[in-house]
């Protein structure tokens, strides 16, 4: 079976256009026990899939998966991949067995047009992506491919790597991105609570969603010492930025989760369409 010499007509046959355009989703994904726990963003993130039309494939941004170069997984099938330590063994079970698409990730390559966005058979869906889509699409027949993160890459060429994904929208691809406004583990305290400076971050990167002011958050270190503090390192912040460089001119942008948990992690989410 062919893996990535399609030629552009024949993943365009793939995925045609559909005639609508298919929203972007970026989920504050928190803690993996929300994949199995019943709580106030697991029960969001329900009702958010619920609303969201059926895509044809999903792309999926996450902030644990970083590497040297962009990738973007390829194989017929991926492995549910458990990138954390320490929690219940019943977090270990859970399973999300959605097929891959090479069609799809060859798709991307050729769409970003950037010989550094290469295929890779190794990776798999990890809980960035897989914690979230058990709740949006629980059945798992839903095609799913990752775009990593480049690590040697900041905020403004990610922003700008995004952009050429917006025709993938009106194929029937879901683009999603999973990270969090919010994200410092150092200060993190297991407790229900929020620190003044992460609220108040938080409320800034709202502010500036709505305003459409993108340029101040692709620059989000001149937004003073709460974004030191909530962004310590930016993989978490990236994928918000990868969803609202999707966002097309006066389309329309709705929370449907809002919070900060733990102290200092954001679980903001929205959808744009």
Known sequence: MKTVD????E???????????????????GNPMNAIEDNVYSRAWIGAGKALPRPRAILSVSAHWETKGSRVTAMERSRTLYTFDGFPEELFRAKYPAPGAPQLAALVQQTLKSKEVRPDRKWGLDHGTWAVLCRLFPAADIPVVQLSLD?????????????PLRALRRKGILILGSGNVVHNLYRLVWQERA????????????????SGDHDALVHYEGLGENASLAIPTNEHFLPLLYVLALREEREPLSFFAEGVTLGTISMRAFRIG
């Open 6 to 9: 399609w030629t552009l007509d």
């Open 195 to 210: 620190f003044d400076w992460a609220s108040e971050f938080d409320e800034t990167v709202k502010r500036l969603i709505l």
């Open 11 to 29: 993943l365009n046959a793939a995925f045609p256009e559909t005639g609508e355009t298919m929203p972007v989703v970026f989920v504050g994904h």
């Open 151 to 163: 690590r040697t890459k900041g905020a403004a060429h990610h922003y700008a790597l995004a952009g």
